[in-house]
């Protein structure tokens, strides 16, 4: 369906497609934030960002540590909580916080406590009505008590970091996860509640082949995920330094990765996804779709 267009490939660009892109950012002025918040009206959405994962992946680019460090996790929180303190006095009267999302990292690298702690802080200072709630979770440290606590808050919406289920390429990038772990994690965010399930992919890994690609495919599709985000590896170790761990002469040429993206493309809308943009796909029925 695509046509490549290696030269177009090799400009370098930024990776995310949020407007303005990160490459846009600059200085704010004094009062900005505060300006903002002031001025919003009508439903809101609140972001929170966990910078922690229990294991930190070879491959990974964002702005994580490790969990273990108890010090560095508490001393994050505490200034979390009175951040929403903070912003719930500034939001005006009339506004409605409507969906809440936590990022990482994994956000469930934290205490299953403290994030109910961090639940319990948005009701107590800010306007929430009938919000729903989404977060991102690591199928290595997803526990059974984290099934409950998800099921106490409401959580219906989830992605999970799938990656690859193939072992060679998992054990390159430092993310080993057996399809039991995966399968197992499913079930339990189902029992949970979770109605809109979200498995992240990447395509460009070490040692990945087209084969190995189809396989995380199909159990993905087998697996039912109602929303698919399939990610192309950027090896930049200049800038990841954790990144020197994947040799690069192990990754797939230009050529390959562009062949992985349509190989995505036609299988997920053949299995009968909806595409969405370049790299994220939903069933019909899913939110995202509609």
């Not at 009505?129 to 690591?138: G, Y």
């Not at 054990?171 to 399809?179: D, F, P, T």
Request: net charge negative.
């Amino acid at each position: 369906m695509w046509t490549y267009h290696p030269d177009l490939l090799a400009k370098p660009v930024p990776r995310y497609t949020s407007y303005p892109t990160a490459a846009d950012f600059g200085p704010l002025e004094q009062g900005a934030i505060e300006r903002a918040i002031a001025a919003a009206s009508g439903d809101i959405s609140l972001y929170l960002h966990i910078p922690f994962c229990e294991q930190i992946c070879y491959y990974c680019g964002c702005n994580t540590g490790k969990s273990g460090k108890r010090a560095r996790v508490e001393s994050y929180l505490a200034a979390l909580h009175q951040e929403l303190a903070t912003v719930a006095s500034l939001l005006p009267q009339g506004a409605r916080v409507r969906r809440i999302a936590f990022g990482g990292g994994s956000p469930n690298a934290i205490l299953p406590d403290e994030f109910l702690g961090l639940v319990t802080s948005l009701h107590a200072h800010l306007p929430m009505f009938a919000p729903e709630w989404s977060i991102e979770l690591d199928p290595r440290s997803l526990t059974r008590e984290w099934g409950t606590v998800l099921r106490d808050v409401g959580i219906t919406r989830v992605s999970m970091g799938v990656q690859t289920f193939a072992h060679h390429c998992q054990r390159a990038i430092g993310r080993e996860q057996s399809l039991t772990m995966i399968c197992q994690g499913v079930d339990l965010l189902r029992r949970a509640g979770v109605t809109s399930l979200n498995f992240d992919l990447m395509y460009g890994l070490p040692h990945q082949t087209e084969a190995d690609l189809e396989d995380s495919l199909a159990q993905t599709v087998k697996l039912g995920a109602e929303r698919v985000a399939v990610f192309g590896y950027a090896h930049v170790p200049h800038l990841v330094p954790r990144q020197t761990m994947i040799p690069a002469e192990a990754l797939p040429g230009a050529a390959a990765r562009f062949m992985m993206a349509n190989q995505a493309h036609e299988y997920l809308t053949a299995a009968g996804y909806d595409a969405i943009g370049f790299d994220h796909f939903a069933l019909p029925a899913d939110p995202m779709a509609r």
